[in-house]
């Protein structure tokens, strides 16, 4: 005995594999209806194949035409994959951390002695002012190196004025009687100060120098940063 998984369908005595035709059941109410089926008019004006056709309403359902709206986003999606495409180049070319264009200014940029930047930032601090006053006039390139010449000429110009003073003042006052012992002894005790602090300042400056290090000192590195810009503004001209 075969089962059929439609109660109110009929065997169809056609179909040589024993199917069965639709259902016969018919809705008692268009509640039971979602599709219009118990409605015979709204089943009559339906078309065929009309696939806006709106089930129960009897109606086909109108499509808005809006003229060049595929144009429009057809280009919306063509300028999409072509800015998805568009290879933009890192801003890294051209130079070390730097854009093309831009002035040298780093630990590693070429400079106009052809010398390594952070050899003539420690010869900047080797030769105290001096080293700094040659690299600040004559480094045309790297304003890493025009930086520490600066900072040395900063830092090291009046420390040095400061103690060519301090020992002027002890030979002069050397021969003169009670007094020359005490100027000998408060002045040296000074210039023995500055001696140490500056010579370990130095001592740091070069090393961080040497490890391309753009160290900033208080009170110090905004005369020096005036110093380099000033000297920027004038090679501009």
Same mark, same amino acid.
């Given at each position: 005995?075969g089962n059929?998984?439609?109660?109110?369908?009929?065997?169809d005595?056609?179909?040589?594999?024993g199917?069965? !035709?639709?259902?016969?059941?018919?809705?008692?109410?268009?509640?039971? #209806?979602p599709?219009?089926?118990?409605?015979?008019?709204a089943?009559?004006?339906?078309p065929? %194949? #009309?696939? %806006?056709?709106?089930y129960?309403?009897?109606?086909?359902?109108?499509?808005?035409?809006?003229?060049?709206a595929?144009?429009?986003?057809?280009?919306?999606s063509?300028?999409g994959?072509?800015?998805?495409?568009?290879?933009v180049?890192?801003?890294?070319?051209?130079?070390?951390?730097?854009?093309s264009?831009q002035?040298?200014?780093?630990?590693y #940029?070429s400079t !106009? $002695?052809?010398?390594?930047?952070t050899? @003539?930032?420690?010869?900047s601090y080797? $030769?105290?002012?001096?080293?700094?006053?040659?690299?600040y006039?004559? @480094?045309?390139k790297?304003?890493?190196?025009?930086?520490?010449?600066a900072?040395?000429?900063v830092?090291f110009?009046?420390a040095?004025?400061v103690?060519l003073? /301090?020992? /002027?003042?002890?030979?002069f $006052?050397?021969?003169v009687?009670?007094?020359?012992?005490?100027?000998?002894?408060?002045?040296?005790?000074v210039? !023995?100060?500055?001696?140490?602090?500056?010579? /370990?300042?130095w001592? $740091?400056?070069?090393?961080?120098?040497y490890?391309?290090v753009n160290t900033? /000192?208080?009170?110090?590195?905004?005369?020096? #940063?005036?110093?380099? %810009?000033?000297?920027?503004?004038?090679k501009s001209?």
């Amino acid at each position: 005995m075969g089962n059929n998984p439609n109660p109110g369908s009929q065997p169809d005595s056609s179909n040589t594999y024993g199917g069965y !035709t639709g259902s016969s059941y018919t809705p008692k109410s268009p509640a039971e #209806d979602p599709y219009g089926a118990y409605n015979p008019q709204a089943q009559s004006q339906r078309p065929g %194949n #009309d696939p %806006n056709y709106v089930y129960g309403s009897g109606q086909a359902q109108q499509q808005q035409y809006r003229p060049g709206a595929g144009q429009q986003q057809q280009q919306y999606s063509s300028a999409g994959s072509s800015a998805g495409n568009t290879y933009v180049p890192p801003q890294s070319v051209g130079g070390r951390g730097r854009s093309s264009g831009q002035s040298n200014s780093g630990p590693y #940029d070429s400079t !106009t $002695f052809k010398l390594k930047a952070t050899t @003539e930032a420690v010869l900047s601090y080797l $030769f105290i002012c001096f080293g700094g006053i040659f690299f600040y006039l004559f @480094e045309r390139k790297n304003r890493f190196v025009r930086y520490h010449a600066a900072q040395s000429i900063v830092t090291f110009g009046p420390a040095f004025l400061v103690y060519l003073i /301090l020992q /002027l003042a002890i030979n002069f $006052f050397a021969g003169v009687f009670l007094l020359g012992p005490v100027v000998h002894l408060a002045f040296g005790c000074v210039s !023995t100060a500055i001696l140490v602090v500056f010579g /370990l300042l130095w001592v $740091f400056l070069i090393f961080q120098a040497y490890r391309g290090v753009n160290t900033r /000192l208080p009170f110090v590195s905004k005369y020096a #940063d005036q110093l380099v %810009n000033g000297f920027s503004r004038k090679k501009s001209i």
